[in-house]
């Protein structure tokens, strides 16, 4: 990267690095011959002669939009790598403005929407689509105005890129529309982006979180998006209801355009008079890492004036708490006092941990825990969540905190490590009363980088590996059960009512096969729940000859199912989870079925 700095593009000199991501970099240069400064967008990847050939005709496309709301190409070449000049935008992102974990203030969001949903319309009337809309692409000239950046890049990286995996576009895979995921992106999928992005500016998060790509887009393509109201109760239903129906699965029961949206979200905001105060927004700008999905394209920003939170104290609660299920917990009663009264009894208990096999209900238990009205007024001053799992983006969870806790810019942009970012946030929390949530700790490294709570808080962790709770909770892990067939049986009546009544001979050897992992019961619960035999009630008797029918290799006695070994799964995934989830995999309609297929976690 930094070797590129003094070489030449064309006319362009490269100055200095702005950014990095998987598939390009981006560099501040200058005009040799008319000293203006413009960005540089270097492709990574070789390429061939019939990659330079696409490369060409999609630069022409890009070029050829000239809108005030897009981010003007200014040049294109080819030759020593593949590149495009871009305008340089002085403003820096909006990510870079409002960080994740922030809101914004209503009459700002409007002002956003209206300009990129203008920039969308006027390319999807030229039969473009943008693919990759999110706050890292929504850049802010000097005047305040807001430009939509890469424009076709998407789609141009699709073509240059011979092989790419998941884990590669994890960071858009939370605005991506159900029909993208499935290969079928059209003007509506841009539409369904910009609903996420204004979720995400009203709630401070996105409707659909999660730690692989494939929890957030199975959450895409099957669950309804979590109301608004419930994280923000203030929120009139006439605004939810615009935001919601531009979050449709269906692309057809959306607005009939973005523009569309953005008149809708306009004139229902007016209508209802809002007046809402967000929280301080705190520029983030020179702190958040460059990460691999990140397209960094600016300065930094002028700074905005922080307001130290602790200054003026407040509840926090982390808007990436996940949201408590429409199903209730099942059987945890005694787990659930017992927790609670663990943390609550002092500031001598440094640290709870939740231990189990995967799929047994630790995080549920975390979650339960975290909207407790009890614990909350206990937790005066707040509750912080990092969701970990095997790969976290450490940086990025760190840096929220740090923007909740009212950590200065300036101050987080000089912590190089992990002990110092621990020391700043021991700091900013001193002695408030907070829970600090660890959830699906892999390394114990990673998990000692968020324990940072003071004399009056309490941690609480969760993991699968029972040597990590023990090594850092000492006397203080639970390990978490399986239902018992009692439990598993109320657990499945819950899910599907109907099926369980029928049968109710039949449920107990279904409960037998399945195990007592709450998990594997919801799926299958939620499966017998979408089946319908023309009028014979046989659904628990079908799932069952599912369930151990040789010839599609899912008899849970013996390990020869289709799952076993599959390295995306950890070695201790329950044998029945797995024959359940080969099960719910049979059930799915074909594209559905071949999207999963092509994110390989069912290889065919």
């Known amino acids: 990267m930094q070797e590129r700095i003094g070489q030449h593009l064309g006319n362009y000199e490269i100055r200095s690095l702005l950014g990095a991501g998987g598939f390009a970099e981006v560099y501040l240069a200058e005009n ?63 990510r870079q403005r409002h960080p994740t974990g922030t809101t914004v203030p209503l009459p700002t969001i409007c002002s956003y929407v209206k300009q990129i949903a203008a920039a969308l ?83 401070g998060a996105p409707p659909f979180v999660g730690t692989t790509f494939i929890e957030i887009a199975v959450k895409h393509c099957t669950e309804p998006p979590p109301s608004l109201r419930s994280r923000m109760p203030t929120l009139p239903e006439a605004v939810e209801r615009v935001v919601l129906k531009a979050l449709a699965k269906e692309p057809q029961q959306r607005f009939e355009s973005v523009e569309a949206f953005a008149h809708a979200l306009d004139q229902t905001i007016a209508a209802n008079s809002i007046s809402m105060k967000a929280p301080p927004c705190i520029d983030l700008a020179a702190t958040i890492p460059n990460s691999k999905e990140q397209r960094i394209q600016g300065d930094t920003p002028p700074q905005i004036p922080t307001v130290s939170i602790a200054a003026n104290p407040v509840s926090i609660y982390d808007p990436i708490i996940p949201l408590l299920p429409a199903i209730p917990l099942v059987g945890r009663e005694n787990d659930l006092t017992r927790i609670k009264r663990r943390l609550a009894s002092g500031g001598n208990v440094a640290l709870t941990a939740l231990n189990g096999l995967p799929g047994v209900g630790k995080t549920a238990l975390a979650i339960a825990l975290a909207h407790d009205a009890e614990l909350r007024t206990h937790f005066s001053d707040g509750i912080l969540w990092a969701g970990l799992g095997p790969n976290p983006n450490i940086a990025s969870l760190l840096s929220r905190w740090g923007s909740l806790l009212g950590i200065a810019a ?55 590996h029972r040597d990590i709770a023990s090594h850092m909770a000492f006397d203080g892990a639970t390990e978490i059960e399986e239902l018992s067939e009692e439990e598993s049986v109320a657990l499945l009546h819950l899910l599907a009512p109907a ?74 995934t329950h044998l029945s989870l797995q024959s359940v989830i080969a099960v719910t995999d049979q059930a799915l309609p074909q594209d559905a079925r071949n999207a999963l297929y092509a994110l390989s976690v069912f290889p065919p």
């Open 499 to 572: 099926a369980v009544e029928y049968e109710p001979k039949r449920v107990y050897d279904l409960v037998h096969a399945v195990g007592g992992l709450p998990l594997a019961l919801t799926l299958m619960g939620n499966y017998l729940r979408k089946q319908a035999y023309s009028g014979q009630p046989r659904r628990i008797a079908t799932a069952l000859q599912r369930l151990t029918q040789p010839e599609e290799r899912l008899t849970i006695s013996e390990p020869y199912g289709p799952m076993e070994g599959h390295p995306n799964l950890s070695s201790d």
């Open 121 to 203: 319309q006027y390319a999807h009337d030229q039969k473009r689509v943008h693919r990759d809309v999110k706050p890292e692409n929504v850049l802010m000239q000097d005047d305040g105005t807001v430009v939509l950046s890469d424009f076709g890049i998407a789609v141009m990286i699709q073509k240059l890129t011979v092989s790419r995996s998941a884990q590669d576009v994890v960071g858009t895979i939370t605005y991506m529309a159900p029909e993208q995921i499935t290969g079928k992106a059209g003007p509506a999928s841009d539409q369904y982006a910009l609903a996420v992005v204004v979720y995400e500016w009203l709630c």
């Open 410 to 464: 300036t101050e987080m942009a000089s912590l190089k490590d992990s002990g110092a970012w621990a020391r700043v946030l021991r700091g900013a929390i001193g002695s408030r009363k907070m829970l600090l949530v660890i959830d699906d700790v892999w390394k114990v490294e990673e998990a000692l980088t968020f324990k940072v709570g003071g004399p009056n808080c309490a941690h609480l962790l969760t993991t699968r």
């Open 32 to 94: 040799r011959f008319l000293g203006t400064l413009a960005a540089i967008k270097v492709m990574n990847d070789q390429m061939s002669s019939q990659d330079v050939a696409s490369f060409i005709r999609e630069a022409r496309t890009i070029a050829a939009l000239k809108h005030p709301n897009i981010l003007r190409v200014l040049d294109f070449g080819i030759e020593p790598t593949p590149y495009i000049v871009l305008e340089y935008a002085t403003g820096g992102t909006l």
